[in-house]
Nanobody
């Protein structure tokens, strides 16, 4: 069982930056692949970024490549999402998720691959 708590959301102007943090409680955080997803009003939840158990492999949605960076610290049971050059279209509720991969290097980009979800944090980017 893993409990995930996101923080760091807020209101920012276009071009600004935010850093989201996801704190995980429970044992063996390093056994989980992690992901960040977002859901805007009226839209389906979509993957933003994902990271493997060790942090050695990452994947990004095309819409955020070059602007967002996902990282994890297994010693601190945290996963971060650094968001730079934010755009109004990045406005959404952002969710942290954890899932059990088949391999050490596997990255999971589909929401149905994840077993645990945080409550979400709102990110609003004004134009």
């Amino acid at each position: 069982q893993v409990r995930l708590v996101e923080s760091g959301g807020g209101l920012v102007q276009a071009g600004g930056s935010l850093r989201l943090s996801c704190a995980a409680s429970g044992r063996t955080f390093s056994a989980y692949a992690m992901g960040w997803f977002r859901q805007a009003p009226g839209k389906e939840r979509e993957v933003v970024a994902a990271i493997s158990r060790s942090g050695g492999s990452t994947s990004y949605a095309d819409s955020v490549k070059g602007r967002f960076t996902i990282s994890r610290d297994n010693a601190k049971n945290t996963v971060l999402l650094q968001m730079n050059s934010l755009k109004p279209e990045d406005t959404a509720v952002y969710y942290c998720a954890a899932g059990t991969p088949f391999t050490f290097t596997q990255i999971m980009i589909h929401s149905d691959e994840y077993d645990y979800w945080g409550q979400g944090t709102q990110v609003t980017v004004s134009s």
